[in-house]
């Protein structure tokens, strides 16, 4: 019985913070369909919105409106970087964008530290954070609404790209550059769209983590991190597969905190990067590949 | 007859469940210049890309010079003797013309990382070494006037001339050209057939892919000829030009292009 | 002009140099103590910028784990002389053989990808890497760090001061960039450069393109070892958190600011690096009185990127031309890059 209570407990902190990945890692694919670079500012956009958040909480605004304050602030900052930092360099190298969405990254990050100082920081809970009870294992509410919200944006974004007007563009962008210039669609501002929009779901995987974990100005490095392996293990272009994958790495990280020793988590959800990109570079699931957005 | 410099025996290429190429023979005796021809789509690049070990084949062999390389790595390709141009050109754009020709060299040299670093005797003999040859494949192209600068500045033909200067730097006994004649001006063209004709003097080999009709009935010695992936006939210019299959084939594409 | 002889195709002259090595000798001399412990540090970077250079600028691979190299050499000495007492240049050479090792085993599979994968290989393998610095605590000391490594002794010479250190950081930096330079120079470099121009094209003319990444990237990790070690010689305590993902992407900082497709332009990116980093603490706090750690990335974030949009070649084609007008040399080769003795092609001959 003891062993079955751990093993749920395992598996709903697991499944917590394997959504958070899974937001930051859609985030991730939704650019690299539309820009071919991986942007290594996405975990940063999530530092920013817990930071925000964190502040105009601490303001006595409320909650709501804070969170949706925060959120939009951060997809202005997305688009802004898109249009200051990717845009003029469009027609350069893969490797000199990679390096440019670094040097963002480590921009918004230093910007956090003048701004909110080096020390933790945490968010209350959303709702009163009494634990809950199942089969033995102790289930926080913030850990509900962190599932909960970000189920909720995927299927969201899946709307936006299935069935509006600007997110059937971008997808038709992914399948066909050319095709969707003759439509009248341009695809310059199709990378804007899709780096706001990956910013928002940034920002919104930070403010639901932030009450649990805190956040600090770092938290976005190792975010980002596993969100790639995550997006890596789905395939880079695949978004269900990804979101199989966040689950999967948050799952595998609380077992391996759980139960063997929390010092190596980060090194075997990295091993698991390099095997993946080794040996099954399209992803896991390569066969099983639907649609790209 | 000698054994024939190339031989390509069933050689065929599946992407997936597509044949690109399919049971291709033919071959090739030193000192012979073979175009391949065929419509667009026919398989042709995929061909050189297999010959040249870019592709390794579904099945089918290559053999050169009485050895077999199916499946090797380009780069020991190159090494055996078969070096190539490309289609959309490939160029060192960091690089000046002369060592763009001078890096054609690498296999005829030996200089390893510790040799250099340090440099050691031998070091500066083999740069002059490959200087020299760089340059003198420069002049035969006749760009040896721009040999300082940076290739990226060239004028598209000139950058074919230095691709053919290049693939030429480590005297391989056979050089794939893939389309050489495209984007060039008639001039281009006559000069770059005269550079070609020059070489196979001086006992190089060419296979080679072109649509310019004129061209390839102009300098081939012989044509194969290549639809939907199959080898559809081989022949002497005359022989291919009078073959009613391949005339088949193409006004087939025409009519084909004006249906779109 | 008439150009004929390959001594017309690499700037081979070593007047700049000589000066620029003059110049060396007299800085400690008129330095203070701050500025002096400041140019070891520039010196010690500078080593693993150049091999980075010739990793990222010359081949064309990106690495955001060099960290793990420079760590490893770093442990590598700490334990070696600190733990067993052996002698400083056994730590290096461990420290090479081990992170050679490392660098062939991760390099096979890794320098088969390309960009987007290959930056996260190497950051993956950074983080790796770190984790074991941090865990493996009856060697490392963990978090707490290792204290009391000895001085460097060489041979009976103890470099126990920091002029004494100066000269040797700044004697092997010149030496490695020498050796960067003669191979850069030679049919090796240019089969470097040809991948970096087009891996399709290099592969097609003979050059084993697998073969020749693997081979810089030891290189590169050889040199970043060497600087690591000596590292931690020089301030005699170390702790996992020198070698983060942070410091490598701190290392990429340097070479896009100095100018990666330069030999010189690893250590003039130290130079600014470390130079402006030093103001922006002294400075910054002035506007921000109660900042604290690392703020200044938020300039060198920003700079990364204006560089990469604005001046894409970095510093040190520009810093060459303010040397050439100086030093009034004939317009012979006006269109090169490049500061003293560097290379006469990238991008060249463009004006």
Redesign the interface.
Known sequence: MELTSQFIQLIFSGLTIGSIYALVAIGFVITYNITGVLNFAQGDFAMLGAMLAITFVSMDMPMGLGIILSIGIVVLVGGIFERTAIYPARNASLPTLIIITLGVAIAIRGFAILIWGTQPRSLPPFTENNPINVLNAVLLPQSIWAVGISLVSLIAMHYFFNKTFIGKAVTACVVNRSAARLMGIKPEWMSFISIAVSAGLGAIAGIIIAPISGATYEMGLMIGMKAFVAAVIGGLTNAPAAIIGAFMIGILESFTEGLWTSGYKDAISFALLLIVLFFMPNGLFAKASGKRV | MSKPLLEVKGLTKAFGGVIAVSEVDFHLNEGEIVAVIGPNGAGKTTLFNMI?G?LPPTSGQVFFDGKEVTGN???QI??AGI??T?QNL???????V??NV??????R?K???LQ????LMG?KR???Q???VA?SCLEKVGIADL????A??LPYGNQRLLEIA??S??SPKLILLDEPMAGLNPQESRQLVDIIKKKREEGMSFLFVEHDMETVMGISDRIVVIDYGKKIAEGTPAEIYENEKVIAAYLGTEEEEEAI | MNHSKVSELYNRHYGGLFLFIAALVIVPFVANSFLLSVLILVGLYGIVTTGLTMLMGYAGQISLGHAAFYGIGAYASAVMTGTYGMPGIVGILVGVAFAGTVAVLIGIPTLKLKENYLALATLGFGIIIFTFFKELKEITGGLNGFFGIPSFNLFGFAFDTDLKFYFLIWALLIVGILFSKNIIDSRVGRALRSIHGSDVAANSIGVNIQQYKLKVFVLSAVYASVAGSLYAHYVTFINPNLFTAMESITFLIMVVIGGSANIWGGMIGAIVYVLLNELLKEVVPMFFPNVGGEFQIVFFGILLVAILIYMPQGLAPTLGKVWRRLAGRKNKKAAVTGPPNADATVGGSKS
Do not use: W
């Open positions: 040249t870019v790595q380009p780069y190159a090494k070096t190539r490309f490939q160029v060192f754009e960091n690089m000046s002369i060592e001078m890096t054609g060299v690498h296999c040299l200089t390893g990382f250099a670093g340090l440099r070091v083999e740069e002059q490959a200087f020299d340059m040999a300082f600068e940076a990226e500045v290049r693939a730097a480590s």
